[in-house]
């Protein structure tokens, strides 16, 4: 099984967690009109798929381990297991009624208040669980980056003129804050304690939660949509290939920045309120996006480019206390 032993190696797994959290929506603009429920469906195919691929392979460099994936798994507690499987499902919820908000309310509202609220629960609960890294540096960092959320926030609503926010788009972000930040402290449970799970059994079996709970919960949001007419599963059928590949590269892509935040948490020198705070700077890593790529701020005035600018000052501020917290840890 492969983990970090040094902090430049887990740092960079962190870094690369944060890059795919960020970009794996660009699959989702990639389809165009296709509505996101029938993405949905392939995008956690991928999840699934990148779930057994690193257990088969990252998990399983030594056999013979006891911490090898499938020795492991066969070795760990039931509890371990269902920690792992409700964290996956929880994740699914946070996910979908993430969407379901930045639809009615936008990003703007959607996303200061949902990842927010689920970078300050996630952090903190995290940290109770395994208090590793400087609280001072670790805690400080998160205020940064909730700031910089907020500055692209306004940026993007100044840059559409604003608009009027429904009490059920508040709802739904804070929802979404509240589910999006209790998934990984089931997950860091599930990785400690008698007889836990290691990172590679936790992505497998936290894939499996976010395979099933998808069946109920993207079906009843296909029949019930927030915005738009129902969806049938016909419509799914009759998606292209390049449409369903798109769906399944948008799961892979994900997939892999989660099982290399999970690896990155395992070492002893990082934690998981280090990996969790540190890989929700994805959001400024969809900024980058958003400006540079799909220039979603062409013809921005002054005051919306300096707000950008202040954005990625808070983000880099924040995210360097973070990193530099797990090495001052006794100050």
Request: contains cysteine.
């Amino acid at each position: 099984m492969f983990i970090p032993h040094g902090y430049s190696v887990a740092l960079a797994l962190m870094l690369l967690s944060m890059f795919c959290w960020g970009s794996w929506a660009n699959t989702q603009k990639a389809t165009g009109n296709w509505r996101f429920e029938l993405f949905y469906w392939d995008y956690v195919w991928g999840i699934l798929i990148s779930g057994v691929a690193a257990g088969l392979t990252l998990g399983r460099i030594e056999p013979t381990s006891p911490e090898s994936f499938f020795p492991n798994l066969a070795s760990a507690n039931w509890h371990a297991i269902a920690l792992a499987f409700f964290g996956g499902a929880i994740f699914n919820v946070a996910n979908l009624l993430l969407v379901a908000a930045i639809a009615i309310a936008g990003m703007a509202v959607a996303f200061p208040i949902g990842i927010g609220l689920a970078l300050v629960i996630g952090s903190v609960l995290n940290y109770l669980i395994i208090p590793k890294g400087n609280p001072v540096l670790l805690f400080g960092g998160i205020v940064l980056v909730v700031v910089a959320i907020i500055f692209d926030a306004i940026a993007y609503r100044r840059l559409r003129g604003g608009s009027p926010v429904t009490r059920k788009g508040i709802v739904l972000s804070l929802l979404c804050g509240v589910a999006m930040g209790l998934f990984y402290p089931f997950v860091a449970k599930a990785l400690s304690g008698e007889n836990h799970l290691v990172p590679y059994t936790v992505a497998f079996v936290f894939a499996i939660g976010v395979f099933i709970s998808n069946f109920p919960l993207n079906y009843a949001l296909m029949r019930w949509p927030v915005t738009g007419n129902p969806v049938s599963v016909r419509e799914y059928f009759a998606g292209t290939g390049i449409l369903h590949a798109w769906g399944i590269a948008g799961g892979l892509l994900w997939g892999v920045g989660t099982i290399s935040n999970f690896v990155a948490s395992y070492a002893r020198i990082v934690g998981p309120a280090t990996a969790y705070g540190f890989g929700q700077g994805a959001t400024m890593i969809s900024a980058v996006w958003g400006i540079f790529v799909w220039k979603e701020f062409r013809g921005a005035d002054n005051r919306v480019k300096s707000l950008l600018i202040l954005m990625f000052v808070f983000f880099i501020a924040g995210l360097a206390a973070v990193a530099l917290a797990p090495l001052t840890e006794n100050g």
